[in-house]
């Protein structure tokens, strides 16, 4: 982690801001005010991060393409000769060759040339089936190719939509932070404000979450191992099972694998999941909701609605980046080899999981 003790104004600056809530500062600007300008410049920061990624992927994905257009290249070029080949193969079947070679074995004289004409005709006729598959081979990796050359393309293609729907966000934002900041009373030390939070931010905060997330993806791969070994964790109906933790469960599970969650605890309530706790000068919210995933594998997935850091809730961007950095999830199948999740729901305290048989 890059310095980590670095910015101490800027952590005094949102204790006091967090704390003296119904105090006015800045001139004119209220602590709502202020509150809103620092939520969208971390949001500006954090979306300008995206059309970073968005850029560096794009930047890949054009070099993989241009990879995948010479490969298909060379494999038109030798799918001709093969075609060749192979048509050759298959004329000689046609006008007969083939048969003609079979009754110069069965004409044989002696038995010794007998066997000596059939060690050749199976020569011949596995070199044929040999040049056949080969081309066989050489057309499904040329449509392999050439397809994977397609979805390159159509990915290309959405990025570029996006990322000009990042832009568009970012100079929106950017001009309506602008207009707060000349509107404050004190542009000077507004601006000073939200340079100090980006800074805490990109060199202390987004490390401190990643840190959150990453000791959760780690405990989430031993969560199946935790719920065979609870009495009463998995039950059977027929053909239906289930699987039902409560939140104090899975809390007390999460601390017995990272001391990190002494100060940070789960909650399940209707159709919502609940994750908050603090450290520290970091305060740290996540909330939401798993859904039954079947690709690339049968799984419960646990996607992000809302992030919040030190009371700045941080843009769409940032929770779909955590989303695929790290796997917050788990497997039903590795409690029950045997089975697959069909539903997950939430009610209070309670998160239950569905399995059916799978074969």
């Given at each position: 982690m890059k310095h980590r003790y670095g910015i101490p104004a800027f952590i005094v600056c949102i204790i006091l801001f967090i704390q003296l809530p119904s105090t006015y500062a800045y001139g004119e600007s209220s602590p709502q005010d202020t509150h809103e300008?620092?939520?969208?410049?971390?949001?500006?920061?954090?979306?300008?991060?995206?059309i970073e990624r968005i850029g560096e992927r794009q930047k890949q994905l054009d070099e993989q393409r241009q990879a995948l257009s010479l490969q298909?290249?060379?494999?038109?070029?030798?799918?001709?000769?093969?075609?060749?080949?192979?048509?050759?193969?298959?004329?000689?079947?046609?006008?007969?060759e083939r048969d003609s070679l079979l009754m110069t074995v069965l004409g044989a004289r002696s038995f010794k040339d007998l066997f000596i004409l059939f060690d050749y005709y199976q020569i011949i006729m596995g070199r044929d089936q040999a040049v056949l598959d080969k081309y066989q081979d050489r057309y499904r990796s040329l449509q392999q190719t050439s397809s994977q050359i397609s979805q390159t393309r159509a990915e290309l293609s959405e990025l570029k939509i996006n990322l000009q729907h990042q832009r568009e966000r970012v100079l929106a934002l950017q001009k309506e932070v602008d207009g707060k900041v000349a509107a404050s009373g004190d542009a000077a030390v507004m601006q000073k404000l939200m340079d100090e939070l980006t800074s805490y931010w990109e060199n202390i905060g987004i490390y401190e979450v990643k840190h959150y997330f990453?000791?959760?993806?780690?405990?989430?791969?031993?969560?199946?191992?935790?719920?065979?070994?609870?009495?009463?964790?998995?039950?059977?109906?027929?053909?239906?099972?289930?699987?039902?933790?409560?939140?104090?469960?899975?809390?007390?599970?999460?601390?017995?694998?990272?001391?990190?969650?002494e100060d940070f605890a789960f909650e399940f309530e209707k159709d919502r999941i609940t994750a908050s706790g603090q450290r520290d000068q970091l305060q740290l919210s996540i909330e939401g909701h798993y859904t039954v995933e079947n690709e690339p594998q049968n799984s419960i997935?646990?996607?992000?609605?809302?992030l919040v850091f030190n009371q700045l809730e941080l843009p769409d961007t940032t929770r779909r980046m955590l989303e695929r950095e790290f796997d917050l999830?788990?497997?039903?199948?590795k409690i029950l080899s045997f089975v697959k999740a069909t539903e997950v729901s939430t009610s209070e305290g309670i998160l239950e999981v569905k399995l059916a048989i799978s074969f």
């Open positions: 300008l620092l939520q969208k410049s971390l949001s500006i920061v954090e979306i300008d991060h995206e298909l290249q060379e494999q038109e070029e030798q799918i001709h000769i093969q075609q060749d080949r192979a048509g050759a193969v298959v004329r000689s079947y046609y006008t007969g990453k000791a959760l993806a780690a405990a989430m791969q031993n969560l199946p191992q935790f719920i065979q070994e609870q009495n009463g964790g998995i039950s059977t109906t027929g053909k239906t099972y289930t699987i039902r933790i409560e939140q104090d469960e899975l809390n007390t599970f999460l601390r017995s694998q990272n001391p990190i969650f997935r646990f996607h992000v609605d809302k999830g788990f497997y039903p199948q």
